[in-house]
T-cell receptor, first 117, second 118 residues
């Protein structure tokens, strides 16, 4: 079975602060894919990143960075110098590679990030 | 990137009526589409996997006769909520897979549809 846990339900920061969103996952697949999505108040999901299980390099994209630690089954997301526009719900998701696990995304519960001016 | 469009974005219907939500892949063929439901402040829960030309695969606890899914073409899947009740009010979002299952990032989401049953 696959499982994604986002322990932080809500986070509130002041603009320009750095913030890290935690994600811990469980899967029996040896090959799997991890994702982060942003869901603004309008509801649509915005794809942020995909990480393959065999690529443990951390990635930076502008103010966003991701720390993939296979040893601890974590895929944390950091926003540097947060901005009000970053306020949204952020979902971590997992897709396996098996016949069943590879056909759907398993989402975490989401973390509501509020960035205050 | 690829585009998936959902229609309508918002719909209000009376209790007992049926409502159809469309999910279209605009610039690619999607052999597989997924339907999710999201209640307020909750995560997205997979309802069913829709495969073109065959019956949808429903997740445990999802009523097949209530949530009818049709994937008649490679670019269109529809979700029909039959005999809707207020508890069906939710945010429904579809996604479409471009390419084969072994590709990791070729899942694209629609904008979602807000359903309110009064």
């Amino acid at each position: 079975a696959q499982k994604v846990t986002q322990a932080q339900t809500e986070i509130s920061v002041v603009e320009k602060e750095d913030v890290t969103l935690d994600c811990v996952y469980e899967t029996r697949d040896t090959t799997y894919y991890l994702f982060w999505y942003k869901q603004p108040p309008s509801g649509e999901l915005v794809f942020l990143i995909r990480r393959n299980s065999f690529d443990e390099q951390n990635e930076i994209s502008g103010r966003y960075s991701w720390n993939f630690q296979k040893s601890t089954s974590s895929f944390n997301f950091t926003i540097t110098a947060s901005q009000v526009v970053d306020s949204a719900v952020y979902f971590c998701a997992l897709r396996g590679s098996g016949e069943t696990s590879g056909s759907r995304l398993t989402f975490g519960e989401g973390t509501q990030l509020t960035v205050n001016p | 990137g690829a585009v998936v469009s959902q229609h309508p974005s918002r719909v209000i219907c009376k209790s007992g009526t049926s409502v159809k939500i469309e999910c279209r892949s605009l610039d690619f063929q999607a052999t597989t589409m997924f339907w999710y439901r999201q209640f307020p402040k909750q995560s997205l829960m997979l309802m069913a996997t829709s495969n073109e030309g065959s019956k949808a695969t429903y997740e445990q606890g999802v009523e097949k006769d209530k949530f009818l899914i049709n994937h008649a073409s490679l670019t269109l899947s529809t979700l029909t909520v039959t005999s809707a009740h207020p508890e069906d009010s939710s945010f429904y979002i579809c996604s479409a897979r471009k390419g084969l299952i072994d590709s990791g990032n070729t899942i694209y989401f629609g904008e979602g549809s807000w359903l309110t049953v009064v």
